[in-house]
């Protein structure tokens, strides 16, 4: 196995290869990995795609995410892997099961494969994203990466995902799960939904407006990504340092357009859609104390407020 984290300075330049280059966090990733020194090989799906990540200084491959032996071909003499890779349904589709079924598919059999072939290969760091909103409500509590997950229908599939990157720690290298809060940045479909909607005195509240929500601005998403490659094996929140009710989250989305609220939406009404809407429901109030501690990871958006008005800005 090459490389582990333990083993690799924090300034040393590695090769890193990317999956979801092209998403809304990947396309903030690629830039970041670059500055920091690091090579990077990123997968893409078509030339217009491989040219975007050319553009930002990486070397585009078209390895496919279900293919174990071109994969581990490609990832040869690479010193991480980082699964950014995820087809989560558009707002307009979050209900649909189909579509919900895509996304499965790309972190179940997706990331089992590229941990099959991390492995073949000998690839000793492996980050896996997943998602703070695998765990329970737990009100105004502090949640942190001690309280166990809530195996709910929608969840299932980031827990395989997670499972597999631990398969890499077990092999001896390892293997790190980045749980990320709600996206919020230039790029996150759903965040660029929210302001156009709040440029019309519309906001989300989805569930109790006491209830909190946990969010990461993109660029600070990416900055952490690039600061896992050194962490130890483990599992690790990704939010900001201040999670909003989500009675204030709508205050600072109206505040960020200069508009007033006069109307939020769907509120308690969101309880109605069940398990398929419980992941944005719930009351998340997350911390993001033991990956602050472990690395020298600091977000630049503490929290919500600062993160809508940058993005209402850019
Ligand atoms: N909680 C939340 O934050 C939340 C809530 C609702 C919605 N969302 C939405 O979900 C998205 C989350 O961002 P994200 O970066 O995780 O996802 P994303 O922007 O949808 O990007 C997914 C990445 O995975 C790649 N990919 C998808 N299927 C693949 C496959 N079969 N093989 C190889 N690569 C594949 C995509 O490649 P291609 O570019 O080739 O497609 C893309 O690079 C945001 O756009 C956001 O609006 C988020």
Same mark, same amino acid.
């Given at each position: 196995m090459h490389n582990s984290a333990a083993d690799v300075q924090s300034n040393q330049p590695m090769k890193v290869f990317v999956t979801g280059s092209t998403g809304a966090i990947g396309r903030y990733l690629v830039p970041a990995l670059v500055r920091s020194g690091h090579a990077v090989t990123a997968l893409v799906r078509t030339a217009e795609k491989a040219e975007a990540v050319r553009t930002q200084g990486a070397t585009p491959t078209t390895a496919a995410l279900f293919d174990k032996d071109e994969l581990t071909a490609t990832l040869a003499g690479h010193d991480a892997v980082v699964n950014m890779a995820s087809a989560l349904p558009s707002t307009r589709q979050f209900m649909s099961d189909r579509a919900w079924r895509r996304n499965e598919h790309v972190r179940i059999d997706g990331s089992t494969t590229l941990v099959d072939a991390a492995l073949a290969a000998g690839v000793g760091i492996f980050i896996q994203e997943s998602v703070a909103m695998i765990y329970p409500d737990m009100g105004a509590d502090w949640i942190t990466e001690d309280v166990p997950a809530d195996r709910y229908p929608r969840a299932v599939c980031s827990l395989v995902a997670e499972d597999n990157a631990h398969r890499i720690t077990a092999a001896g290298g390892t293997g790190i799960v980045l749980r990320f809060g709600v996206f919020c940045g230039t790029g996150a479909a759903h965040s660029e939904e929210m302001l156009s909607a709040a440029r019309h005195h519309i906001t989300p509240v989805l569930g109790d407006a006491d209830g909190y929500i946990s969010t990461i601005h993109l660029a600070d998403a990416a900055a952490a990504v690039v600061a896992a490659l050194? #962490?130890? #094996?483990g599992t690790y929140n990704i939010v900001d340092d201040e999670p909003l009710t989500k009675r204030d989250y709508a205050t600072a989305l109206a505040a960020a357009v200069g508009k007033r609220s006069w109307l939020r939406v769907p509120g308690r009404a #969101? &309880? &109605? $859609? $069940?398990h398929r809407l419980t992941s944005l429901t719930r009351s998340l109030r997350v911390s993001n104390n033991r990956f602050r501690t472990t690395t020298d990871w600091t977000p630049r958006h503490p929290s919500a407020r600062e993160a809508w008005r940058t993005t209402a800005s850019s």
């Open positions: 050194t #962490a130890a #094996a #969101a &309880l &109605l $859609g $069940g």
